[in-house]
């Protein structure tokens, strides 16, 4: 299994990298995992962008998921011909969301896309084993644990503090977590993690690295945050950046 980060800024696009969106690779299958601003842009410069077997967004955020509005033209209008409709993972009202960013008319995109409604569970993707949870954060938003041959990614999204992070995080081989946010002050509840809290989970869950994903550092230093997550789990800590890969 592969992941290669195509964009990785919290919250709005950063001035080097596009909002998150992770390429997750096995055996030629390609699931995109979110979709966020400017990520298309980024999904062309590390892969053939209609090579796109799946997606799975994980809310209904922008910084999630609004280049699925625009990778519409994509695959709808490829010169070669249409290409065939995506399965699309997604909180209920995907559709509706993607049509209404889409066109003023709220245009159907069912002919681009066919939409699975996402619910707490186990599920193959291709020859991925996925589980997705509820997570803490203002909208319905799952937390990510893909499994391939004995290997654990999981992937945060965004959340603040809450147990099923913990178990989709249980034993990861690589933990993909969001860090928004600064330690040490009064933060807005149940919506990201701090460095710290991103660290916290880490050592709770018992990975075997942790890299940091979604900063805003508008918020919080990279720096601030590196320093919490590491003083509080012992393991490798990294930021990502886009284009990073990662064999797993
Ligand atoms: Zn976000
Ligand atoms: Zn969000």
């Known amino acids: 299994m592969r992941l290669t980060v195509l964009g990785c800024a919290g919250s709005f696009p950063g001035p080097e990298s596009a909002c998150s969106a992770y390429l997750v690779e096995a055996e030629g299958f390609r699931l995109l995992i979110d979709f966020g601003s400017g990520s298309l842009s980024a999904l062309q410069r590390y892969s053939d962008m209609r090579r796109v077997d799946a997606i799975l967004l994980t809310h209904l955020h922008c910084d999630h998921m609004l280049d699925a509005c625009t990778y519409v033209v994509v695959r709808r209008y490829d010169p070669a011909g249409a290409l065939p409709p995506l399965p699309v993972y997604a909180p209920l009202g995907a559709a509706e969301r993607i049509a209404a960013a889409y066109s003023t008319e709220g245009e159907p995109v069912d002919d ?66 969001e860090a928004s946010y600064q330690d040490g002050v009064v933060n807005p509840p149940d919506l990201h993690l701090t460095g710290g809290e991103a660290g916290e989970a880490a050592t709770k869950a018992d990975v075997g690295r942790l890299l940091l994903t979604h900063l805003v550092p508008a918020w919080a230093s990279e720096a601030s945050i590196v320093e919490a997550a590491t003083a509080a789990y012992a393991g490798p800590v990294e930021v990502v950046r886009p284009g990073a890969r990662y064999d797993l």
Not at 116 to 127: A, D, E, R, S, V
Not at 152 to 170: G, I, K, M, Q
């Open 112 to 177: 681009v896309y066919t939409f699975y409604g996402l619910q707490p569970g186990t599920f193959p993707i291709g020859p991925l084993t996925v589980t997705v949870d509820r997570v803490n954060h203002p909208v319905e938003t799952y937390g990510v644990r893909v499994e391939h041959n004995g290997r654990v990614l999981a992937y945060s999204s965004d959340t603040a503090p809450c147990e099923a992070l913990l178990r989709l995080a249980a034993h990861a081989d690589l933990f993909l977590c």
